[in-house]
């Protein structure tokens, strides 16, 4: 049961990455005039921030973000 809930936010998480990535590329495929790619260029930066926080909600997770910019005094964080 504990591995089933550890594997359902990374499912949650690529789905919702991977599914606005293709999505973006197949609608740049439909109107073919580069729009959604330079768009994705861009969004590419934040989209996995976005599905996180998503993926957090969804899920109700309650864990603290590990967050450091102190990379290399503890490789850790």
């Known amino acids: 049961?504990?591995?089933?809930?550890?594997?359902?936010?990374?499912?949650?998480?690529?789905?919702?990455?991977?599914?606005?990535?293709?999505?973006?590329?197949?609608?740049?495929?439909?109107?073919?005039?580069?729009?959604?790619?330079?768009?994705?260029?861009i969004a590419f930066t934040f989209i996995p921030v976005i599905a996180a926080a998503v993926t957090r909600r969804i899920t109700n997770e309650k864990a603290k973000y590990h967050l450091s910019l102190k990379v290399w005094k503890n490789p850790k964080a």
């Open 1 to 41: 049961m504990e591995k089933q809930k550890i594997k359902q936010p990374i499912f949650i998480y690529l789905l919702i990455v991977f599914g606005i990535c293709f999505g973006l590329g197949i609608m740049e495929l439909i109107a073919n005039n580069g729009q959604f790619y330079n768009f994705l260029g």
